[in-house]
């Protein structure tokens, strides 16, 4: 499902400097871990004490509807489980980009740009 997007800052629409493209995003900040085909054999993950997931079961693992909620908290590093593995960092404490206001079911909820494409690229890979 596409979510409608409306740019804003402080309440003001405004432009991104820089298109942020979801595949691009996951190459940058996930790939040494869960590789580029985001299977959980990335190069680093042999070093992992804690074997990365395959990203593309996700929606699989949860009766295959994909948690969208779910997986941007856990990227963020907002809500993560006992079993997490402490390797992977909390995204949410750098800097993830413009912030956007995604509406869904009539609720605007402001979203860092690079999560909300990086979660829709991992939407887009599911098997």
């Known amino acids: ?13 405004a432009c991104v400097d820089e298109p ?5 995003a996951y190459l940058e ?3 040494s871990c869960h590789g580029s085909s985001a299977t959980g054999d990335g190069p680093a993950a042999r070093d992992l004490a804690v074997a990365p997931p395959d990203l593309t079961t996700i929606a699989a693992r949860n009766g295959g509807v994909f948690p969208t909620n779910q997986v941007m908290s856990t990227i ?3 809500d993560r489980g006992a079993h997490f593995s402490v390797a992977m960092p909390e995204f949410g404490a750098g800097d993830l980009g413009e912030t956007v206001i995604v509406e ?6 402001p979203v860092p740009m690079k999560l909300l494409v990086l979660t829709e690229y991992l939407e887009s890979i599911q098997q």
């Open 76 to 78: 963020d590093g907002l």
């Open 1 to 13: 499902m596409r979510h409608l997007i409306i740019l804003a800052v402080l309440g003001l629409t």
């Open 20 to 24: 942020v493209d979801g595949r691009t």
């Open 104 to 109: 869904n079911d009539g609720l605007g909820t």
């Open 29 to 31: 900040n996930c790939a």
